[in-house]
């Protein structure tokens, strides 16, 4: 969703604010501002669509100033246009915001009634108009913020600045991520904190509830009423140099190829390669005296959920229950103290999976987390932390960061058999055994079958509408295929578990829709053929996804088959991502779409 930066700062801070914004590029936006105050004066530049357009604007009227805050935009309310974007002014006060005011609706009506006058259509506004209001009634810039905090109901993060003070910056959190930055003289706020990792790795992160107002070299923070709270400080593990793309035209090339590599030290975390057993903390979750576990993610990592079912109740008897976090926080899950909460989120800060965590632990679940970043909030209130340490990625549609959720929940999967004795100790040492030569197999297929894979993308960007099917666990790759094609070539696509075919989707077919067929030669391969057979016998163009065995096994004409090598069954999920994603990609190449940051998606949800 949006980037938030702020500097309370001893030297100009507009280029420095820009600079941080571009570092939180990889959450998707659609406008860009800044506001400073210089010589008791505030003003600001914003743009329509990326970065660049701001940084021009600022070539041709400079800001100076050494304070100032940012922000990227992800529209909600109002479209995406340099009036809608953030900062917001009103009457001396400036305003960026990520998230939803909820009863945005109702306080405008009642602020409209008293005189104001809005000028955009957005819901940030009414934070600007209320903080106004209230400092016209004779409320001090502090608390006239706080009063406004308990005025308005939602998910927010919230940074304010006022032309009569120019060297404080006040912010509030709930909901989305806010970072406070302790520097030399200078103070930061982010709403990550990659985003300051150049200026400094002192950090503080607001929780929800928070309000703080920073100084040049301080941050005092309360809660909405007022009352002080201490917060621990963290040394930030974010990286102090922006990531590019290398050698690779774009960053889900390169997220693509750096699997090899980061699926190692994901897996190094889990694995005893020398022993080859799992090694797990089960102070966290004891999966040996769990009944029953309860998944929950969004998107992407909902997928990657989808396939650690299937391994879950395979390899350690253990049922799962799993469903979309919004879904799975609406529908009041019954559950009791004997079981179990995975939650998966790349960004850790996914709304709906932080609210279907918390009423996980109401309920006095033991809560796991799957995350890519160990200081997000989903990391600090579970029980016990599984880091994926995918490194940052960038681009929007999730590769790497998918795959190494994939390892982790296999590495527990094979953990809790061990623990509730359903696999024996060969058994788990054959896995670990595959598992290990993972890196070394995605790293042949991605050099055999890239030419292949550009070939054909040039022809699937041909159609119009494109079917995805498979079975067992290659049904979620279905699923991840058809989402990830959708999400950046734009061509619509959907995944369908195979035998479900001829209820309903076979309809469809006919020469010119292709269908990508996923089928390692597994328990399931025969099972899929045949309805491979359904499709061919009314014209439609395959597309096969299978290894050197399910090649060998199946005669039938094919638009294109991709052989992959044979692996253990295990570990397919992850070696047949590699071409998914792949074809994805070329195709959006092929079609010229924003492959980085597809239109009208963002990194990180963090409102609902």
């Known amino acids: 969703m949006c980037g938030i930066v702020g500097i309370v700062g001893n030297k100009p801070v507009a280029g420095r604010l820009v600079d941080a914004l571009k570092r939180l590029e990889y959450r998707g936006y659609d406008s860009a501002g800044v506001a400073t105050i210089d010589n008791g004066v505030m003003d600001r530049r914003r743009a ?41 002014f009103v009457e001396g006060v400036a305003v960026v915001h990520n998230g939803i ?24 506004e009414i934070v600007a108009q209320l903080i106004a209001k209230y400092r016209r009634q004779g409320y001090d810039n502090r608390a006239a913020m706080l009063a406004m905090l308990n005025h308005v109901t939602g998910a927010y993060a919230l940074v304010v600045m006022f032309e009569n003070d120019p060297d404080t910056i006040m912010a509030a959190r709930f909901g989305p991520p806010l970072a406070i930055g302790f520097g030399k003289g200078e103070m ?33 923070i309360t809660d909405f009423s007022g009352k002080p709270v201490e917060r621990p400080h963290q040394i930030s593990q974010a990286s102090a140099f922006l990531v590019d793309k ?13 699997q090899p590599e980061v699926i190692s030290h994901a897996l190094s975390n889990y694995i005893d390669f020398h022993s080859q057993t799992v090694r797990l903390d089960e102070t966290a979750i004891d999966f040996g005296k769990v009944s029953r576990l309860a998944v929950s993610a969004c998107g992407t990592a909902y997928l990657s959920g989808l396939v650690g079912k299937y391994w879950f109740e395979r390899y350690a008897r253990l049922p799962v229950e799993i469903d979309v976090a919004s879904e799975f926080r609406y529908r009041e899950m019954p559950l009791s103290k004997d079981e179990a909460a995975l939650f998966i989120s790349q960004s850790g ?21 799957i995350v890519n970043v160990k200081e997000s909030t989903i990391a600090r209130e579970s029980d016990g932390v599984y880091p994926i340490l995918a490194g940052p990625e960038i681009g929007v549609a999730s590769t790497k960061a998918f795959t190494c959720q994939l390892a982790v929940l296999a590495s527990l999967a094979i953990g809790a058999g061990r623990m509730r004795g359903t696999l024996t100790e060969a058994e788990e040492k054959q896995m670990v055994r595959s598992l290990s030569e993972l890196p070394r197999i995605m790293s042949g297929v991605l050099n055999d079958i ?22 067992g666990t290659s049904y979620p790759m279905a699923l991840e295929g058809a989402l990830k094609l959708k999400e950046i070539s734009y061509i619509h696509a959907e995944g ?50 299978t290894d050197e065995k399910g090649a060998a096994a199946s005669k039938l004409p094919t638009m294109a088959t991709i052989v992959l090598p044979n692996v253990a069954e295990l570990i397919a ?7 998914v994603q792949l074809l994805a990609y070329h195709t959006a190449v092929f079609m010229g779409t924003d492959v980085d940051q597809p239109r009208n998606l963002a990194k990180s949800v963090t409102v609902e």
Not at 464 to 469: A, G, I
């Open 188 to 220: 930061f706020l982010g709403s990550d904190a990659i985003a300051l990792a150049p200026f400094t790795n002192d950090i503080v992160y607001m929780v929800d509830g928070d309000c703080a107002v920073i100084h040049h070299d301080s941050a005092e």
């Open 496 to 545: 369908y578990a195979a035998g479900e075919l001829k209820h309903g989707p076979i309809a469809l077919i006919d020469e010119n829709m292709p269908v990508i067929v996923i089928a390692p030669h597994d328990r399931f391969f025969e099972k899929t053929v045949s309805n491979m057979q359904e499709v061919a016998a009314r014209g439609g163009r395959i597309i096969f996804i």
């Open 48 to 88: 329509e669509g990326k970065l660049f357009n701001l940084e021009k604007r600022l070539a041709d009227e400079p800001l100076g100033g050494n304070i100032g805050i940012a922000h990227t935009r992800w529209a909600t309310h109002g479209v995406p246009n340099e009036t809608n974007a953030h900062p917001h």
């Open 349 to 369: 800060e996914t709304a709906d999976t932080l609210a279907s965590l918390r009423y996980c632990k109401e309920q006095g679940l033991r809560i796991g987390g």
């Open 450 to 471: 890239q030419p292949q894979m550009e070939s054909l993308a040039r022809e699937l960007s041909k159609f119009h509408h494109v079917l995805y099917l498979g079975r």
């Open 573 to 579: 999920p992850m070696v047949f991502a590699l071409p």
């Open 246 to 258: 290398g050698n690779h035209r774009h960053f889900m090339e390169k997220e693509i190829h750096e």
């Open 101 to 124: 005011i909820e009863n945005f609706a109702e306080l405008r009506d009642e602020l409209m009634r008293e005189g104001a006058h809005f000028t955009t259509q957005t819901d940030t």
